[in-house]
């Protein structure tokens, strides 16, 4: 769906307040929280500041606010009382809250206490690689071009591309059409509209690019264990490129 100035300023709002919830977590994000303790602050948060609905709470029967995926979980992690941060864990915060109906979805990596020098380096390409996808976005391109920007950048990196979850247009709807993929080839899908709000989110792994449901029915893990990252932003097509709807402080 194609939005318009008033339409637009909706996805604005909800976007800066999902940037919002992963600025305000980090300075949790320590050795010795639980990600059932970070659901909650998240929660409080969204609820009682900002005024806006934790998306994810009842979404196909998820029970959380947040998507907390360590290590070599892809995405989808359970928030967990029993689930302890420890030094060294990587992990991905993915939040969704909706404001005036309007959804905003973004998620970002965090590194815990200290981190092997190759998973920060598998952290740090895989926010590359969204970088990279979101600059090839303006109109007239196609959403062929995103996912092969993503795959040349990580494969350059001797990394895997997951295929089997993808980004999605969001608007009043969660997800939408179309289908963002992180892989591809240039000049093929869908062009690319101006007005269009999509996500782009892409999953890198250090290993093979095969992914393995848990019986919980949520949590995605890699099938050889090593370990995945993800970073996700919502973004607005204008006439030159991509705005950023989700963009944090750190970023500009
Ligand atoms: N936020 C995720 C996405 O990027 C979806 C999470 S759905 C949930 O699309 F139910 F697991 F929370
Ligand atoms: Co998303
Ligand atoms: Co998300």
New binding site residues.
């Given amino acids: 769906m194609i939005k318009n100035l008033e339409e637009l300023n909706g996805m604005r709002k909800a976007g800066s307040l999902a940037a919002e919830v992963l600025e305000m977590i980090g300075d949790f994000i320590k050795p010795g929280i639980s990600t059932g303790e970070l659901d909650k602050i998240c929660y409080d948060y969204i609820v009682d500041v900002q005024k806006a609905i934790p998306a994810?709470i009842g979404?196909?029967g998820?029970e959380k606010t947040l998507?907390t995926s360590i290590n070599q979980v892809i995405c989808?992690g359970i928030p967990d009382d029993n689930r302890i941060l420890k030094s060294g864990d990587i992990m991905n915060i993915?939040v969704?809250v909706i404001k005036d109906g309007w959804h905003g979805?973004t998620?970002k990596m965090y590194l815990v206490g200290k981190v092997q020098a190759h998973n920060e380096r598998l952290v740090k390409i895989t926010q590359e690689c969204l970088y990279k996808g979101i600059e090839v976005v303006r109109p007239g391109a196609s959403l062929g071009d995103i996912g092969h920007a993503i795959q040349t950048h990580a494969e350059k990196n001797y990394y895997t591309v997951v295929e089997e979850y993808c980004g999605?247009g969001i608007g009043k709807i969660y997800?939408d059409e179309p289908q963002i993929l992180h892989y591809g080839e240039a000049n093929t899908g869908q062009e690319i509209i101006e007005g269009m709000c999509f996500?782009i989110?892409p999953m890198i792994n250090l290993g093979s690019k095969h992914t393995n449901l848990l019986e919980d029915g949520?949590t995605v893990e890699t099938r050889d264990g090593k370990n995945s990252a993800q970073w996700?932003h919502t973004i607005y097509v204008n006439k030159n490129g991509a705005e950023i709807l989700t963009q944090r402080a750190e970023e500009r």
Avoid: G, K, L, V
């Fill in positions: 994810n979404y196909r998820f998507c989808h993915d969704t979805d998620s999605h997800h996500t989110e949520w996700e």
